[in-house]
């Protein structure tokens, strides 16, 4: 099956920082979404990027299908940032939504 | 965006019981959900996709007779977790697509076996 690699596992931030999320996948997808994680456990949707870049606020997505990659950038990080950001792909055969392992940032105060 | 909602939020059970937790899609129909599994510090991990009205398709791996799926109708899937022991103990979360729509999440079940 296809395989979703993050990267990287974990990150610490000043508050303000800017950072990159990168999220690999070893075949052709029909979609990719970005995630956050909050304490709760609940998913938000940050992103649905099969292609092409995006931007919400602080937040943009960049994702180039033809070379199997997505970068997330979070700029001027706030503590309230903090979490696990997953990046989850849909194969192109079964519509499953397939998982990265995630990345859990800290941003610190 | 389109809803998924998940109950209970959390449950605690005796072991030996079952559970039952349910997904439902509030403002679409979904002829397909997908339930999930996270363990501590983990990734979330596909357990099964529920297809409405047949039986559902579990991964390789999840044992069919011990996670039981209905889809019984186009906005509500179930989960039992029958004869749950302390090690079933996890976060479940379910998921939909409408159609040519990104997927959406419940807000995921926390169950502890004691």
């Known amino acids: 099956g296809i395989q979703v690699e993050q990267s990287p596992p974990d990150l610490i931030l000043q508050e303000g920082a800017n950072s990159t999320l990168r999220c690999n996948f070893s075949?052709?997808?029909?979609?990719l979404q970005w995630f956050h994680q909050n304490p709760w456990g609940q998913l938000i949707n940050l992103f649905y990027?099969?292609?092409g870049t995006k931007q919400n606020g602080r937040l943009s997505a960049t994702t180039v299908a033809t070379e199997r990659y997505s970068l997330l950038y979070i700029s001027s990080s706030q503590t309230t940032d903090s979490g696990v950001y997953f990046c989850?792909?849909?194969?192109?055969?079964?519509?499953?939504?397939?998982f990265g392992a995630g990345t859990r940032l800290f941003v610190k105060a | 965006g389109a809803v998924v909602s998940q109950h209970p939020s959390w449950v605690i059970c005796k072991s030996g019981t079952s559970v039952k937790i349910e997904c439902r899609s509030l403002?679409?129909?979904?002829?397909?959900m997908f339930w999930y599994r996270q363990f501590p510090k983990q990734s979330l991990m596909l357990m099964a996709t529920s297809n409405e009205g047949s039986k559902a398709t579990y991964e390789q791996g999840v044992e069919k007779d011990k996670f039981l799926i209905n889809h019984a109708s186009l906005t509500l899937s179930t989960l039992t977790v029958t004869s749950a022991h302390p090690e079933d103990s996890s976060f479940y979360i379910c998921s939909a697509r409408p159609a040519r729509r990104e997927a959406f999440f419940g807000q995921g079940t926390r169950l502890t076996v004691v």
């Open positions: 075949d052709s997808v029909n979609n």
């Open positions: 989850a792909v849909e194969d192109t055969g079964g519509f499953k939504t397939i």
């Open positions: 403002d679409f129909q979904a002829t397909t």
């Open positions: 990027i099969p292609s």
